[in-house]
DNA sequence: ATGCCTGCGGTTCGCAGA
């Protein structure tokens, strides 16, 4: 399992005196599609991963609910942000962490979709080491659009951006990964013609999206590769799976001083031809 | 063409997802 089919290393030397982690670390985000249905899946790629952070999304399940022990298990520090039902987010890491926010600040929601985390990174001997900032998000969907769940979609996107503002301003090593349910261009989808009227396609979701990340963010998988083609859902219905109708919604957004580290990028494709697979599959970079 | 499939709740079909 965890085949790895897309792979990108960035073209980029090290600076003299430039400090960097002997292996780097990976930062990965997962929709599981309900944690509890999918937690056989999480536990063999966590193993096979190794990621040092990982946001899930969609745990579909109280905070009690979750699989705390059986992660905890592998090696990780879990932190949770859950509801009855729907939704729900997590991070987990190897390193320790201090969890910074449950929910957008300045945005009432009942929905559980956002939630940050700082992580202090080893050093080099025992050495204090640097931190990151992290942020687990879950873009709404926003169908049908327009209509009162589009409009949450855009107040929900406005209110990231404002925060992401404020954080850029720290001038952190920042990763914000998640489902952010955007399809920022044709080519990250098989078939785009079928998603112009969507609310994941929209040219306002677009733009919207663009609002984010010309604050200052990079998109790993842009930093890294030009190609078409590269998904990170593949819809249960229609066989879309087996015909590859697949859409790239799961993103990795960097700050300028998390992008000057970024090694590669990978998405775990074969998580999809797993056995009661979630429909996302887990997408994830390397800081070196 | 509209549903196809999956998970959840709570009982078996409706809602949500994307």
């Known amino acids: 399992m965890c085949g790895l089919i897309h792979a990108f290393p960035r073209n980029t030397g090290t600076l003299p005196g430039e400090k960097r982690y002997a292996h780097g670390m990976i930062i ?68 320790p962490m201090e969890i910074e926010q449950c929910g957008l600040p300045g945005f009432e929601d009942e929905q559980a979709r956002y939630i940050e985390a700082v992580v202090s990174l080893p050093g080099k001997d025992n050495q204090q080491g640097e931190a990151i900032r992290v942020c687990g998000v879950y873009f709404p969907n926003g169908n049908p659009a327009p209509g009162p769940k589009y409009d949450y979609k855009m107040a929900f996107m406005a209110a990231l951006t404002e925060h992401a503002k404020e954080l850029l301003t720290y001038e952190e090593k920042l990763v914000i990964a998640g489902d952010y349910n955007i399809i920022p261009e044709a080519r990250d989808a098989k078939f785009p013609e079928a998603w112009t009227q969507d609310a994941l396609a929209l040219p306002e979701s677009r733009a919207a999206l663009g609002r984010l990340v010309n604050l200052g963010f990079t998109d790993a998988l842009r930093a890294t590769t030009d190609s078409a083609g590269l998904y990170t859902f593949w819809d249960y219905q229609a066989g879309a799976w087996q015909r590859n109708n697949g859409i790239r919604i799961d993103h990795l957004l960097l700050s300028p001083r998390a992008a000057d580290r970024l090694i590669e990028v990978g998405i775990d494709k074969d998580m999809r031809a797993e056995e009661k697979p979630s429909d996302h599959v887990p997408i994830w970079c390397r800081l070196g």
């Open 28 to 95: 990965a985000s997962f929709n599981v599609n309900s944690v509890r249905q999918r937690l056989e899946h999480l536990s063999r790629w966590l193993v096979a991963r190794s990621p040092d952070i990982v946001c899930l999304q969609e745990l579909k399940c109280l905070d009690e609910a979750f699989p705390r022990a059986e992660i905890e298990a592998l090696g990780y520090n879990v932190a949770t942000h859950g509801q009855k039902t729907f939704n729900g987010v997590a991070i987990l890491s190897k390193h």
